[in-house]
């Protein structure tokens, strides 16, 4: 079966460190894969998406960055942490499946950044 | 782009009454629509997902049924359970489109 990890589970971060946060998937190949941003009592904003290895899509600008240097591995980074990067990061994933748009996807326990 | 809003905000029942919770989408083109549950601190879980295809939709005491003509969809617990609380997420999704677009969530709360 497949799982998807994420790491670290909680993050506190003084305004202008950089961030890294990891997100691996294992059980499964060539995986689309995804970073969703949860503010507190809100939903889910997709940041970015990536459908292969040093291939990456943005969704909204922003101060992050995200990169995907192996199949199953998704990294979200920032040089330097703002205020309004707290937040709940989610990790995603879904079988590729193209043309077919029902590609369900897959959430991580995500990790909760508190930006100080 | 697509817009998804989601009914009630917050949603509180007595253990064993139903629970609906509805969302409407503006794409006419959208055709896949995931209902998630998200518990404290946690992940959001895929429960229930229904098709463009189909009108309705069960799995034990989750339903979930879409009205593609007024683009609404709504989910329905029967004989709800404290274990049942927890933060609802409809979404909707369009073919050629990889991102799933989230409503805001509903904060369910069953009381015992």
């Known amino acids: 079966s497949q799982t998807i990890h994420q790491w670290p589970a909680t993050l506190v971060q003084p305004v202008g460190s950089p961030l890294s946060l990891e997100c691996t998937v294992e059980g499964t190949s060539n995986p689309n894969l995804y970073w969703y941003r949860q503010a507190a009592g809100r939903g889910l904003q997709l940041l970015f998406y990536?459908?292969?290895?040093?291939?990456i899509s943005s969704e909204v600008p922003q101060n992050l960055s995200a990169s995907r240097p192996q199949d199953r591995q998704f990294i979200l980074s920032s040089k330097k942490l703002l205020l309004s990067d707290s937040g709940f990061y989610l990790c995603?994933?879904?079988?590729?499946?193209?043309?077919?748009?029902?590609?369900?996807?897959?959430f991580g326990p995500g990790t909760r950044l508190t930006v100080l | 782009g697509e817009n998804v809003e989601q009914h009630p905000s917050t949603l509180s029942v007595q253990e064993g009454d139903s629970a609906v919770i509805k969302c409407t989408y503006s794409d006419s083109a959208s055709n896949y629509f995931p209902w998630y549950k998200q518990e404290l601190g946690k992940g959001p879980q895929l429960i229930i997902d229904?098709?463009?295809?189909?009108g309705e939709k069960k799995d034990q005491r989750i339903a979930v049924t879409l009205n593609k003509t007024a683009k609404h969809f709504s989910l329905h617990i029967t004989e709800t359970q404290p274990e049942d609380s927890a933060v609802y997420f409809c979404?909707?999704?369009?073919?050629?489109?990889?991102?799933?677009?989230f409503g805001s969530g509903t904060r369910l709360q069953v009381q015992p």
């Open positions: 229904i098709r463009s295809n189909v």
């Open positions: 979404a909707a999704k369009k073919v050629g489109r990889r991102a799933l677009t």
């Open positions: 995603a994933w879904s079988v590729k499946e193209f043309p077919s748009s029902y590609n369900e996807q897959f």
């Open positions: 990536s459908v292969g290895i040093g291939q």
